[in-house]
C-alpha cells in the first residue's frame, strides 16, 4: 500500500502562483508513475499533468494541452515527493486538486482508473 498525502493548497490571486506537494508513504518501485488530477465542482475528474520514470531513474513529464506552459511537474526521489509548480493561475484552474500514483509505468497516464492509489485531495482556489 501507498498513503499520499497532498498539500499546498489556497486561495490565491488570478496570474499568481502556487506549489502543490504530494509525498508518499514509501518509496515506490523504480519505475511508477504520479500524476496530479483536477475535479471542479460538477465536473468529471481530469488530468492535469504526469511524471513517469523508468528503472533508470529517467524523468518523463507530460501535460495537459490546458496547462502546458503554465504548470511544472517534477519530483524528489529522496522525498518520496511529487511537485506541481502551478504559475499564471486563472479562475478556470479552480479544483480540489488530487494525487495519484501507480507502481508501474501507465501507458493511458490521463485516465484515473490507471491508478492504484489517491491521495485525499488539496482545494486550489483561484480569485478574479
Known amino acids: 500500500q501507498v498513503r499520499l498525502e497532498e498539500s499546498g493548497g489556497g486561495l490565491v490571486q488570478a496570474g499568481g502562483s502556487m506549489r502543490l506537494s504530494c509525498t508518499a508513504s514509501?518509496?515506490?518501485?523504480?519505475?511508477?508513475?504520479m500524476a496530479w488530477f483536477r475535479q471542479a465542482p460538477g465536473k468529471e475528474r481530469e488530468f492535469v499533468a504526469t511524471?513517469?520514470?523508468?528503472?533508470?531513474?529517467?524523468?518523463?513529464?507530460d501535460y495537459a494541452d490546458s496547462v502546458k506552459g503554465r504548470f511544472t511537474i517534477s519530483r524528489d526521489n529522496a522525498k518520496n515527493t511529487v511537485y506541481l509548480q502551478m504559475t499564471k493561475l486563472e479562475p478556470a484552474d479552480t479544483a480540489i486538486y488530487y494525487c495519484?500514483?501507480?507502481?508501474?509505468?501507465?501507458?493511458?497516464?490521463?485516465?484515473?482508473?490507471?491508478?492504484?492509489?489517491w491521495g485525499q485531495g488539496t482545494q486550489v482556489t483561484v480569485s478574479s
Open positions: 495519484a500514483a501507480d507502481e508501474s509505468w501507465v501507458v493511458l497516464y490521463a485516465r484515473p482508473g490507471n491508478y492504484a492509489y
Open positions: 514509501r518509496r515506490t518501485s523504480s519505475s511508477s508513475t
Open positions: 511524471m513517469r520514470w523508468n528503472k533508470s531513474g529517467t524523468d518523463y513529464p
